[in-house]
């Protein structure tokens, strides 16, 4: 069965941050997979601002049945914790003034999107003090499927409190649009 491991680094106040993907489909090659980070400007509530936001969408361009699938995000330094909320899954790091926050979609989340995944009420993101991850195994047979991570920097104190949470909690379908505009 084929194995896919994709790496990316993308620098922020934290320092590098690195997105690692792991992905086993008997039906997949490379060409199928798009594995991309952007900039993007989030919608937040009014006030609300950040200094920067940074999408990192992984794709599938075809119809695939995927049997493991690891997708993550690392940042070299202890977490503060859990930021979590509906559909959102997030934690956060500080350091001399500055925030991140990064942050996916939960299990619920991932249900109303793929309702043949079943995963509403699994733990489907997991924490450690470094890192941030989607674990999903024996998925069904999926038309094109995407995931994203989320990663907002912003200074701490933040100047309206909790605005870089909001910026990490943004509909998938608005960050692929997001993703074809940047492309444009």
Not at 137 to 153: D, K, V
């Amino acid at each position: 069965m084929p194995v896919f491991r994709l790496n990316q680094a993308i620098e922020t106040c934290m320092g590098v941050v690195r997105a690692h993907v792991l992905a086993v489909a008997d039906n997949l090659v490379e060409d199928q997979i798009s594995f991309r980070a952007f900039h993007f400007t989030p919608k937040l509530p009014p006030g609300m601002t950040v200094r920067s936001c940074t999408a990192v969408i992984l794709a599938f361009d075809e119809l695939v049945e995927i049997s493991k699938l690891s997708f993550g995000l690392s940042v070299d330094r202890q977490a503060l914790g859990p930021c979590s909320g509906q559909y959102l899954d997030a934690q956060e790091w500080s350091c001399k003034g500055d925030l991140l926050v990064i942050g996916t979609e939960d299990g619920e989340a991932l249900n109303l999107r793929f309702p043949r995944m079943d995963c509403e009420d699994e733990a489907v993101v997991s924490y450690t003090h470094k890192t941030l991850a989607l674990n999903l195994t024996a998925m069904p047979y999926l038309n094109r499927p995407s995931f994203h991570f989320i990663i907002a920097e912003n200074d701490n104190p933040e100047p309206v409190d909790a605005s870089a949470w909001f910026a990490v909690d943004q509909n998938h379908d608005y960050l692929v649009r997001q993703l074809a505009h940047d492309r444009a």
